[in-house]
């Protein structure tokens, strides 16, 4: 820890000549922000959420919060950041902590001199609200919900190119583990050379700890590898993963069969295949969540396992592994699609003792129709490897 931070004001001006604010694609984030805060009526926004914070900032939002007002905009953070941060001061204030957020946030509010405080209600824990509300004052604050969910579900072109990274690096990953593939191979040792793939191709980590499940394992949809399970000869093996790119999170889903495939993953794999390729098809601007989850929701009742298939078709990636929108039996009537979102498509079915089929790509809204992002093989003949 540095000593020249006790020397520094704890809130910094603006920086001089040549620096004319943020960058475009900042720029029109904090646009966006703007006007959700006029329309939610509040004087400022106080961003709790890393995520968010770092959406907004273009570097990690851990520990910080970002206040914006309608022309102002404060980074408060503290010395472990102040220079990993400093960017931020060419078109931002810093304010830096030395105590409790809260406190420290109150007198930021105080000289942004705002009557209304909106609070990130869906992230803030019960005891930070109620510190805020102690410092900044109860009157003053306003909960508000879904402001950056809402704007984050459009994707720009930086966010776009990013994750189109991480699904190729989360695909060439997987392509390198299974080339070593071993019947015997545990799902840990999978999992753990599935990690080490995607980071030597320049991941910064996996988006989420690799599901990785061998035989009847692949039946519990969101499984945990084990030690002491091994892949087998003639069961299948399914894994779902994906890297962090420049803080984009791809999601995947392939199953496979050890060299033979049984009769009973082979029909099940051809129901979920072609669920999966109907609700793909399906995604275009204006489509609705609920027709998209319906498309592939209804090929797999039909073939009579629909009450295999519990959990949603799909979810919104980026910043976050699991994003808005959602798309599943429970999405809005009125949620729609729109070019620049990206989603993934996962429908599976699951027979307890037996195994589970899951095939999840990740898909572009564009202004015509979509683009699916991944491009790793998944019809039958593909799903059976050679050991
Ligand atoms: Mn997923």
């Not at 050890?258 to 082979?266: E, N």
């Not at 078709?313 to 039996?329: K, R």
Request: proline share 4%; hydrophobic share 40%; charged share 25%.
């Amino acid at each position: 820890m540095s000593t020249k931070t006790n020397k520094k004001s704890t809130a910094r001006k603006k920086a001089p000549a040549r620096q004319t604010g943020p960058a475009a694609q900042l720029a029109a984030r904090h646009k966006k922000v703007r006007a959700a805060m006029r329309a939610h009526q509040v004087d400022a926004l106080v961003i709790s959420n890393p995520r968010d914070v770092g959406y907004l900032i273009g570097l990690p939002g851990d520990d910080s919060y970002f206040i914006m007002t309608s022309r102002k905009a404060v980074l408060l953070t503290d010395s472990r950041y102040e220079e990993l941060l400093a960017p931020v001061t060419q078109w931002a204030q810093m304010a830096l902590r030395r105590g409790p957020m809260a406190g420290k946030l109150a007198e930021v509010v105080d000289g942004l001199k705002c009557k209304s405080v909106g609070l990130q209600a869906d992230h803030l824990t019960v005891s930070a609200r109620k510190a805020i509300a102690k410092s900044v004052g109860a009157r003053r604050c306003a909960d508000t919900t879904g402001i950056m969910a809402d704007i984050r579900k459009i994707k720009d072109d930086s966010e776009i190119r990013a994750l189109r990274k991480a699904v190729s690096i989360a695909q060439e990953a997987v392509s390198a583990t299974l080339a070593d593939l071993r019947v015997g191979q545990s799902e840990l040792d999978l999992s753990a050379r599935l990690k080490y793939e995607m980071e030597i191709r320049g991941a910064t980590g996996p988006a989420f700890g690799p599901i990785v499940a061998a035989c009847a394992n692949g039946s519990k949809p969101h499984y945990y590898p084990s030690a002491r399970a091994k892949v087998r000869a003639g069961k299948p093996l399914l894994i779902d993963w994906g890297a962090i790119y420049r803080d984009y999170r791809s999601d995947l889903t392939r199953t496979w069969s050890v060299g033979t495939m049984s009769r009973k993953i082979r029909e099940i794999y051809q129901i979920v295949l072609e669920a999966q390729l109907a609700a793909i098809d399906a995604i275009k601007p204006g489509a609705k969540c609920l027709a998209v989850d319906a498309a592939a929701r209804s090929v797999i009742a039909k073939a009579g396992y629909g009450e295999t298939f519990g959990h949603g078709l799909g979810h919104g990636i980026g910043l976050d592994v699991h994003e808005m929108p959602s798309l599943g039996p429970r999405s809005g009537a009125n949620d729609t699609l729109e070019a620049g979102m990206v989603v993934t498509v996962e429908p599976g079915i699951y027979l307890p003792g037996v195994g589970g089929v899951r095939i999840e790509d990740d898909v572009l809204v564009t202004r015509t129709g979509h683009r699916v992002l991944s491009s790793m093989k998944k019809d039958l003949e593909s799903a059976v490897l050679p050991v």
